[in-house]
């Protein structure tokens, strides 16, 4: 396996993780303010949230993707596609600190 591979694997876990916790936050002002700027938030979370659990399903789950990923993806696109999952990171957690602030 190839360590862009696991570096994606492990962006994609953490973005989950952030998205769990801003939506979380969302939501439950969602449920006591009634705004809709925080159930536009809450939206936005849970589709970037599915969007990141669908991109580690296919790195990890996939029985033929996740093989083709492994083996058949160039470095240069790895990296392109890590740098990509890194950036959506490091969004993540200053919007998540900014948020829980």
Same mark, same amino acid.
């Given at each position: 396996?190839?360590?862009?591979?696991?570096?994606?694997?492990?962006?994609?876990?953490?973005?989950?993780?952030?998205?769990? =916790? $801003?939506?979380?936050?969302?939501?439950?002002?969602?449920?006591?303010?009634?705004?809709?700027? @925080?159930?536009?938030?809450?939206? %936005?979370?849970?589709?970037?949230?599915?969007?990141?659990? %669908?991109? $580690?399903?296919?790195? @990890?789950?996939?029985?033929?993707?996740? =093989?083709? %990923?492994?083996?058949?993806?160039?470095?240069?696109?790895?990296?392109?596609?890590?740098?990509?999952?890194?950036?959506?990171?490091?969004?993540?957690?200053?919007? @998540?600190?900014?948020?829980?602030?």
């Amino acid at each position: 396996m190839s360590v862009w591979l696991d570096l994606a694997r492990l962006a994609a876990v953490v973005n989950v993780a952030l998205l769990l =916790v $801003l939506g979380g936050v969302w939501i439950r002002n969602y449920r006591r303010l009634h705004s809709k700027h @925080t159930l536009g938030l809450s939206l %936005f979370a849970a589709l970037l949230c599915v969007e990141n659990a %669908f991109a $580690l399903y296919v790195y @990890t789950l996939d029985p033929v993707l996740s =093989v083709w %990923f492994g083996t058949a993806v160039p470095d240069p696109a790895w990296q392109a596609m890590v740098a990509l999952h890194a950036l959506e990171t490091v969004g993540l957690a200053v919007l @998540t600190w900014v948020t829980l602030d």
